[in-house]
């Protein structure tokens, strides 16, 4: 099962995407969660967090019809992708032209016709947004298992530069994976810190875990 959240200050868009999402969804793979974007910006991405989602979809004009609304869709997943990088993003939008301008990702606006023009498209919108979470899934696995192997080798004879280098890279991936609050802070995990590295593999056994479960 694949959980989304779709964002929208209008209950009928809101309404609309999930009809979309219930049409599509032809082997009932997904369950969608309907928000209104909150006041503050860190509050609706707390919730996002909380509902553990596999997929984040939002309008980019949050403010249309709600002016206490200071933020757009792209601010708010472009604010999520630096606390979860690679995850799996996406900005409708009658409005393309000034999301792209004001994105520094354009691969994540797509614009909100496109899902009444699928009869003749190769790929669905629902399709481009399980292949996200399924190729965000394998992107963590695939460094799962190498922060493995590198902890692994570590225990019997000493990294490279490069092979040090590669494991913090993959150690601050995957702690943004796992959405932990305190990280450990890249300038400490020097090759002195290696043995404290060996306890985090127990926490990025939890992620596969706990995404096999979410899923089914």
């Known amino acids: ?27 009932n793979e997904f369950k969608v969660i309907g928000k209104e974007p909150m006041e503050s910006i860190d509050e609706l991405l707390e919730y996002i967090f909380s509902e553990k989602v596999d997929a984040v979809i939002s309008d980019f004009q ?29 900005v409708m939008t009658s409005y393309d032209d000034q999301a792209v301008a004001t994105s520094t990702d354009v691969n994540i606006v797509y614009v909100k016709g496109l899902m009444n023009k699928e009869d003749n498209v190769k790929i669905t919108f629902l399709e481009r947004i399980k292949n996200q979470i399924n190729h965000y899934k394998k992107i963590i696995s695939v460094s799962q298992t190498k922060f493995n192997a590198l902890v692994e080798k570590s225990n019997s004879q000493n990294l490279t530069a490069k092979e040090e280098e590669k494991l913090l890279e993959l150690d601050a991936f995957l702690e943004s994976a796992l959405n932990q609050e305190s990280k450990i802070p890249n300038k400490l995990k020097q090759s002195s810190t290696l043995d404290d590295l060996h306890k985090l593999i127990e926490n990025t ?8 479960q979410d899923s089914e």
Do not use: W
Request: contains cysteine.
């Open 62 to 90: 949050l403010s249309e019809y709600k002016s206490s609304i200071t933020y757009t869709g792209v601010d708010l997943l472009e604010k999520l992708l630096l606390q979860k990088k690679r995850f799996p993003c996406f």
């Open 1 to 27: 099962m694949y959980k989304i959240i779709f964002i929208d200050e209008v209950e009928a868009d809101i309404h609309r995407f999930q009809r979309y999402i219930l049409k599509k969804d032809i082997n």
């Open 205 to 212: 056994d939890v992620l596969l875990k706990k995404m096999e």
